[in-house]
Nanobody
């Protein structure tokens, strides 16, 4: 599968963005889709994930209550609604697919990655 992330941009603190990740190729019911991010000079970190079969979700503590991950099975697309953005959310956001079932926070458990979309939050 190929993953194409889009929808990043520049936003002021307190604003919102909704990046999306479109998959070309099949996403299977047992797959898990995730969002990770990498800020300059830092390691890539887990943001959120969603089970394709039942829509169950998981979030990093730093984004709980502000970010919402969702999917559109008909469009093979996953979204990340980001509200109340902070300068600390500035990063390149990557979508990824974990082929096997089970939510995971670990980058190594995801085998397919998109190219990333840049989110910049100004203060």
């Amino acid at each position: 599968v190929q993953l194409q992330a889009s929808g990043g941009g520049l936003v002021q603190a307190g604003g919102s963005l909704r990046p999306s990740c479109a998959a070309s190729g099949s996403i299977f019911s047992h797959n898990v889709m995730g969002w990770f991010r990498q800020a300059p000079g830092l390691k890539r970190e887990f943001v959120a994930s969603i089970s394709w079969s039942d829509g169950s979700t998981a979030y990093a503590d730093s984004v709980k209550g502000r970010f919402t991950i969702s999917r559109d099975s008909a469009k093979n697309t996953v979204y990340l609604q980001m509200n109340s953005l902070k300068p600390g959310d500035t990063a390149v956001y990557y979508c990824a697919r974990r082929y096997y079932s089970g939510i995971s926070y670990l980058e190594s458990r995801y085998g397919d990655w998109g190219q990333g979309t840049l989110v910049t939050v100004s203060s």
